[in-house]
């Protein structure tokens, strides 16, 4: 077995605590949105607070129906409930967030059919054309990913296991495309290490690592190489999902940084409490990026934190930047990856760290 990227590992809260801060957020969630909050954010050091957050894109992709490959549950779902929190609660405009999932256009007039073609035709489109300096840019992906010859690939709706070098969308082609664009503010969450077990993986998420730490690009991984990701009917999402959305709705995490380190924290806890194998993800966050807003000032008073989370968001926003420490020690037996050269090892920079504000089951 491949051994864990080094997932930091943190003291849990005592339990009353998490009890306490559950019933805090049931409240909270209640009172709905609070006055805003009028700090100026730090945007870093080569950002001014007009560009960096002028404008966000995203590229949302969800597959279920696979139609060589058993089908998922909610990876369809998991797509349509970013779209939406992005759109709903963060503002960002309908035309702006490029959906590509299964779903039927009855139902989702704006999503396109997530074809081999049509994924890469809107990645590019986004990242050569409409992506302007400053901007924020999402790439989210929930379906299935496979792994020939120590290459990564996203399987579209389209795709052949059997030939997925000829079919799949490669890794390396999506991140080096998301590099060329002209903005660094970018994203990538996926969830493609699924648990079906219809193809089998082997370690697949080690050479998206290790190149997303080479091309300096913030990554979040569903889980470790040799690990599964796990979807429940109990939240009906995955669970990489989920805790993507609690993090970001509930518990204050307005940087890449602080998402990071709630999914590391929250994931394993989830599968867990969902009687689901350990689960633990793998996130990238390159140095001097821990700090990139993944929320925009302007939509913080609209979400329903928690009264804890509230009071440290407000504290980021008015905080002055702080020099994170990148640890690089590979694990035991780890092997350069030979397309980067790069050792997977602990991708995450040590930063500050705002403990994860509960709970929400």
């Given at each position: 077995?491949?051994?864990?990227i080094?997932?930091?590992?943190e003291?849990?809260p005592?339990?009353?605590?998490r009890?306490i801060?559950?019933?805090?957020?049931?409240?909270?969630?209640?009172?709905?949105p609070?006055q805003?909050?009028g700090?100026t954010p730090w945007?870093?050091?080569?950002?001014?607070v007009?560009?960096a957050m002028?404008?966000q894109?995203a590229?949302?992709?969800?597959?279920n129906?696979y139609?060589v490959l058993?089908?998922l549950m909610?990876a369809?779902g998991d797509a349509?409930?970013v779209r939406?929190f992005?759109?709903d609660?963060l503002?960002?405009?309908?035309d702006?967030?490029?959906l590509?999932?299964?779903?039927?256009?009855?139902i989702e007039p704006?999503?396109h059919y997530?074809?081999?073609d049509?994924?890469?035709?809107?990645?590019?489109?986004?990242?050569q054309?409409l992506?302007q300096?400053?901007?924020?840019?999402?790439?989210f992906f929930?379906?299935?990913g496979?792994?020939?010859?120590g290459?990564?690939?996203?399987?579209p709706?389209?795709g052949?296991?059997?030939?997925i070098s000829?079919?799949?969308?490669?890794l390396a082609?999506?991140l080096k495309?998301?590099?060329?664009?002209?903005?660094d503010?970018i994203?990538?969450?996926l969830?493609?290490n699924r648990s079906?077990?219809?193809?089998?993986?082997?370690?697949i998420?080690?050479?998206t690592?290790?190149?997303?730490q080479s091309?300096a690009i913030?990554?979040?991984?569903?889980?470790?190489p040799?690990?599964?990701?796990?979807?429940?009917?109990?939240v009906r999402?995955g669970?990489?999902?989920q805790?993507?959305?609690e993090?970001?709705?509930y518990?204050?995490c307005?940087?890449v940084g602080?998402?990071a380190?709630?999914?590391r924290?929250?994931l394993p806890?989830l599968s867990?409490?969902h009687?689901?194998?350990t689960?633990?993800?793998?996130t990238?966050?390159p140095?001097g990026?821990q700090?990139?807003l993944?929320?925009?000032?302007?939509?913080?008073a609209?979400?329903p934190?928690?009264?804890?989370?509230?009071?440290e968001?407000?504290?980021?926003f008015?905080a002055?930047p702080?020099?994170?420490?990148t640890?690089?020690?590979?694990p035991l037996?780890?092997?350069?990856?030979?397309?980067?050269?790069s050792v997977?090892?602990?991708?995450t920079p040590?930063?500050?760290?705002i403990?994860?504000h509960?709970?929400?089951h």
């Amino acid at each position: 077995m491949t051994p864990l990227i080094n997932p930091l590992v943190e003291t849990e809260p005592h339990s009353v605590i998490r009890l306490i801060g559950s019933v805090v957020s049931s409240v909270v969630t209640s009172i709905g949105p609070r006055q805003r909050l009028g700090a100026t954010p730090w945007m870093g050091p080569d950002q001014d607070v007009g560009s960096a957050m002028a404008n966000q894109w995203a590229l949302i992709v969800g597959i279920n129906q696979y139609p060589v490959l058993q089908p998922l549950m909610y990876a369809q779902g998991d797509a349509v409930a970013v779209r939406n929190f992005l759109v709903d609660e963060l503002g960002l405009s309908v035309d702006r967030c490029v959906l590509l999932t299964d779903v039927s256009t009855a139902i989702e007039p704006h999503a396109h059919y997530p074809t081999q073609d049509a994924l890469k035709t809107e990645l590019h489109r986004l990242c050569q054309t409409l992506v302007q300096p400053g901007d924020l840019l999402w790439v989210f992906f929930s379906g299935y990913g496979l792994t020939v010859g120590g290459q990564d690939y996203w399987v579209p709706v389209d795709g052949d296991p059997q030939r997925i070098s000829e079919t799949g969308i490669a890794l390396a082609w999506v991140l080096k495309t998301l590099k060329a664009a002209p903005t660094d503010n970018i994203v990538v969450a996926l969830d493609i290490n699924r648990s079906q077990g219809a193809i089998g993986h082997q370690n697949i998420g080690q050479q998206t690592a290790a190149l997303a730490q080479s091309l300096a690009i913030p990554t979040l991984l569903a889980s470790q190489p040799e690990q599964y990701s796990h979807e429940t009917m109990a939240v009906r999402h995955g669970l990489f999902t989920q805790a993507l959305l609690e993090g970001l709705r509930y518990h204050g995490c307005v940087t890449v940084g602080q998402l990071a380190d709630y999914l590391r924290d929250r994931l394993p806890e989830l599968s867990q409490h969902h009687w689901r194998p350990t689960q633990t993800p793998v996130t990238v966050i390159p140095p001097g990026q821990q700090f990139m807003l993944v929320v925009p000032a302007e939509a913080v008073a609209s979400l329903p934190m928690t009264e804890r989370a509230s009071a440290e968001t407000a504290a980021v926003f008015t905080a002055e930047p702080q020099t994170a420490v990148t640890v690089t020690e590979p694990p035991l037996g780890a092997e350069a990856n030979p397309l980067t050269g790069s050792v997977p090892g602990n991708l995450t920079p040590l930063g500050p760290r705002i403990l994860p504000h509960r709970r929400l089951h």
